[in-house]
């Protein structure tokens, strides 16, 4: 597993960014594409737009003079060919340049245009935008067509030269416009892989989380039992001796060691079942109102012997006016023994644990203080998760599933209570639960 994950991390990173750079590279060539057709049917459009405005038109434009002074005006008047910009209006002018456009491209486009003469200086018809665009062609598409009458036409020295110039402001924003639906779900796909991705490295860390965790747990089991078995074997072995067996006192002595180490065995596996229980969430609470400070008797008395072993003493404040709350007898004590057997474990030399009960408004309050090893920040972050079991230094007979205060944590919930833990390394720990008073 641990040679195995960095290569599947690996291999599906490389996917990822493999996928990201080839989609870059589709989306980058479907907007050349996109460029190249749109400059074509533009380029296709203004060329017939062009042609349409060299026909010739039936009707003159401008009125007749009536007041010419010479004949030769009037014959020049008569065979000389007017101009794009005399035969039609600028209405006119983008009325044809429009249908064009509308007959090659599916989308309406915005344009800009001006007939003129020769150069800019000279006379024109624009629409009112163009100078506008024309100041800034980086972004824009531009093209200039000549206007040239029809060859072989006797009036063709005679026309004006005449220019069609055609703006498409923003070329880029169009054809950005025309391939956002691809853009927009490369990015899609994008984040749907990258979340997958996400998930599947958060699930094998997971998994090795709680292979690690198994293995730890069945490490701890296997401790857990192979001591009271070879407790228990031993005492079997002494109470088979013939001296052993014929002495009542050591007889009584033996077996009640065998009893002790049966009881704790007991203990260890219902620990274990309470667990499996948890997890299906089938631990049904029988909620009664009891007496908070008569519950934390009955654990006192529980943890009394441990603490005598441990030469330490025990502080109890049972402060609290009110302590009536809606508690199950069995888990409400279970909860509070596995704090104070926490505390105990902990311990240092000079254990001592106070224990203190206080009301705030329609809550009782229990805090529980000792002076052991501490923890830091890491662990206290993590003490409720289920089978973690805090480091504990140099402090090697520390037993246990690391189940005690996940349990803890689950009893206060059902209780619809709270919890808050606190500890500084190297001084001690404390635990605080608030639990409502029963109405």
Not at 121 to 131: A, C, I, L, R
Not at 225 to 243: C, G, Q, R, W, Y
Not at 256 to 266: A, C, F, H, S, Y
Not at 340 to 348: M, T
Request: charge should be positive; aromatic fraction near 8%; hydrophobic fraction near 40%.
């Amino acid at each position: 597993m641990k040679k195995i994950f960095p290569i599947i991390t690996v291999l599906i990173l490389l996917s990822l960014l493999g996928l990201i750079f080839f989609q870059f590279l589709w989306l980058k060539s479907a907007r050349e594409i996109k460029e190249q057709q749109l400059t074509d049917n533009i380029s296709r459009a203004i060329n017939e737009a062009a042609e349409k405005l060299m026909e010739d038109k039936n009707t003159l434009p401008f009125k007749k003079k009536s007041d010419l002074l010479f004949p030769n005006e009037k014959r020049r008047l008569e065979f000389y060919r007017p101009s794009v910009i005399q035969r039609f209006s600028k209405d006119e002018i983008s009325d044809i340049i429009r249908a064009a456009l509308d007959k090659y491209l599916v989308k309406k486009i915005p344009f800009e245009f001006a007939v003129t003469e020769n150069t800019l200086m000279g006379d024109q018809v624009e629409s009112p935008n163009f100078f506008k665009y024309y100041a800034d062609s980086a972004s824009n598409f531009n093209m200039v067509i000549p206007l040239i009458p029809a060859s072989g036409s006797n009036l063709e020295n005679l026309s004006k030269e005449e220019f069609l110039m055609i703006i498409v402001p923003h070329q880029r924003a169009l054809i950005l416009k025309e391939i956002t639906w691809f853009i927009l779900g490369a990015i899609l796909f994008t984040i749907i892989i990258a979340t997958a991705f996400f998930l599947t490295i958060r699930t094998l860390l997971k998994q090795k989380k709680l292979s690690e965790i198994k293995s730890d747990f069945i490490n701890n089991m296997t401790h857990e039992f192979k001591t009271p078995l070879a407790t228990i074997s031993l005492a079997v072995d002494a109470l088979k001796n013939e001296k052993v067996s014929g002495d009542k006192e050591k007889t009584n002595y033996f077996t009640g060691i065998i009893k002790e180490e049966n009881k704790r065995m007991n203990k260890q596996v219902e620990t274990i079942l309470q667990a499996a229980l948890l997890d299906k969430q089938e631990v049904q609470l029988n909620l009664k109102k009891l007496s908070a400070h008569a519950l934390i008797t009955s654990a006192l008395n529980n943890i009394a012997l441990p603490i005598a072993e441990k030469g330490g003493h025990i502080d109890v404040n049972l402060d609290a006016p009110k302590d009536l709350i809606m508690a199950d007898e069995v888990h409400f004590t279970n909860l509070i023994n596995n704090l104070l057997d926490n505390a105990v474990k902990y311990s240092r030399e000079n254990l001592l644990i106070k224990l203190h009960t206080s009301n705030t408004g329609n809550q009782f309050r229990i805090r529980i203080e000792d002076n052991g090893i501490g923890m830091n920040k890491e662990t206290l972050n993590r003490i409720f998760e289920k089978f973690y079991r805090a480091h504990t230094g140099n402090i090697h007979n520390v037993k246990g599933f690391g189940l005690g205060l996940s349990y803890v944590k689950t009893m206060v919930d059902a209780h619809k209570g709270s919890i808050k833990p606190e500890s500084t390394l190297g001084k001690g720990s404390s635990f605080t639960l608030t639990i409502p008073l029963a109405k």
